[in-house]
């Protein structure tokens, strides 16, 4: 069965850094491009990057743009989201899925920016 376990979010004031992890199971994650979404409190998920399978392209929505890097490890089938310069608009729930979607999503890991 496919599953999703994110972790390292957690409470940092604005300009910090965080580190996501989401580790993978239940398919051949090499074969699989990923995406990273986020959920804020109230609004829909939404997209937040994207990395090829063998992780020599990415693609980011604009409001992340230029501070998170995502990057995976095909042989830990992990794939890891950089955060820096964090805002207080990036707080929310942040989740990791196939490309296409697959189901059952994980629990996501909060992160949440504040003073």
């Known amino acids: 069965q496919v599953q999703f376990v994110e972790s390292g979010g957690g409470l940092v004031q604005p300009g910090g850094s965080l580190r996501l992890s989401c580790s993978a199971s239940?398919?051949?994650?090499?074969?699989?491009?990923m995406r990273w979404y986020r959920q804020a409190p109230g609004k829909e998920r939404e997209f937040v990057a994207r990395?090829?399978?063998?992780?020599?392209?990415?693609m980011y929505a604009d409001s992340v743009q230029g501070r998170f890097t995502i990057s995976r490890d095909n042989a830990k089938n992990t794939v890891y989201l950089q955060m820096n310069s964090l805002k207080p608009d990036d707080t929310g729930v942040y989740f990791c899925?196939?490309?296409?979607?697959?189901?059952?999503w994980g629990q996501g890991t909060q992160v949440t920016v504040s003073s």
């Open positions: 239940g398919f051949t994650f090499s074969f699989y491009f």
């Open positions: 990395i090829s399978s063998a992780g020599d392209s990415t």
């Open positions: 899925n196939t490309v296409p979607d697959s189901a059952p």
